[in-house]
Antibody, heavy 120, light 109 residues
C-alpha cells in the first residue's frame, strides 16, 4: 500500500532552518512527483512547491523563492524540503503529497504531516 | 493569481444532502478536486477531475463543475462526514500552480 512517512516534529528559533523528510513506499517513487504544503494553526492549505522525482525539476511560488529548497534521494525514495530563515509565522503543519503532475489528478496520498514550531 | 471562493461554513441535518460550492472565474473550464480534512488528520482526496471518486470513497460523495461554480455534494449526510472541505485546481498561468479554496466547515446538526 502507498505510504508517505514524514519526519517528526521540530522546534526552531527564528532565523534557523528546518529540513523535513518524506519517505515513500508502495509505489515506484520516480513515477510521481511530490508536492509540499503547509497549514498554519486554524488556517487552510497552502501549496509550497513541487519536485519531479524523475529529474529533480522544481517549481516554487514567487513568495518562497530563495527560502525553500526541495530535493529527493531516489536511492531511498525520500523527498526533502528545507525552509530557511524561519519566522514565527512559518509555524505550521507541513505535508508532503503524491502529485502526478497533471491537472486532472489531485493529490491522492498524503503524509501525516510534520509540525514545525518557530519560537524564540 | 487564481482565486477560489468557498463558504466558510455549511450546516446540514443527518440524512439530508450537503452542497459545498467553490467559485472561480470560468472554473468550469478547469479540473477541480475536493479534499476532506477531519480534525488532527491529513486531508483525504474525495473527488478528483470534477466528479471522479477515488477508490474507497463512498458513492454518497459526488461533484459537478460548470460556469463559475464547482459543487461537492454529499448525499445522506452522516455524523462522520463532519469535517473541513477544500477545493483545489491546477492553474498553469498562476505563480501558485496549485490553488486551494479557503475551506468550508461542514457541521452535521
Amino acid at each position: 500500500q502507498v505510504q508517505l512517512v514524514q519526519s517528526g516534529a521540530e522546534v526552531k528559533k527564528p532565523g534557523a532552518s528546518v529540513k523535513v523528510s518524506c519517505k515513500a513506499s508502495g509505489y515506484t517513487f520516480t513515477n510521481f512527483g511530490i508536492s509540499w504544503l503547509r497549514q498554519a494553526p486554524g488556517q487552510g492549505l497552502q501549496w509550497m512547491g513541487w519536485i519531479s522525482t524523475y529529474n529533480g525539476r522544481t517549481s516554487y511560488p514567487q513568495r518562497l523563492q530563495g527560502r525553500v529548497t526541495m530535493t529527493t534521494d531516489t536511492s531511498s525514495s525520500t523527498a526533502y524540503m528545507e525552509v530557511r530563515s524561519l519566522r514565527p509565522d512559518d509555524t505550521a503543519i507541513y505535508y508532503c503529497a503524491r502529485d502526478s503532475g497533471i491537472a486532472v489528478a489531485g493529490f491522492d496520498f498524503w503524509g501525516l504531516g510534520t509540525l514545525v514550531t518557530v519560537s524564540s | 493569481s487564481y482565486v477560489l471562493t468557498q463558504p466558510s461554513s455549511v450546516s446540514v441535518a443527518p440524512g439530508k444532502a450537503a452542497r459545498i460550492t467553490c467559485g472561480g472565474n470560468n472554473i468550469g473550464s478547469k479540473s477541480v478536486h475536493w479534499y476532506q480534512q477531519k480534525p488532527g488528520q491529513a486531508p483525504v482526496l474525495v473527488i478528483y477531475n470534477d466528479s471522479d471518486r477515488p477508490s474507497g470513497i463512498p458513492e454518497r460523495f459526488s461533484g459537478s463543475n460548470s460556469g463559475n461554480t464547482a459543487t461537492l455534494t454529499i448525499s445522506r449526510v452522516e455524523a462522520g462526514d463532519e469535517a473541513d472541505y477544500y477545493c483545489q485546481l491546477y492553474d498553469s498561468t498562476s505563480d501558485l500552480l496549485w490553488v486551494f479554496g479557503g475551506g468550508t466547515k461542514l457541521t452535521v446538526l
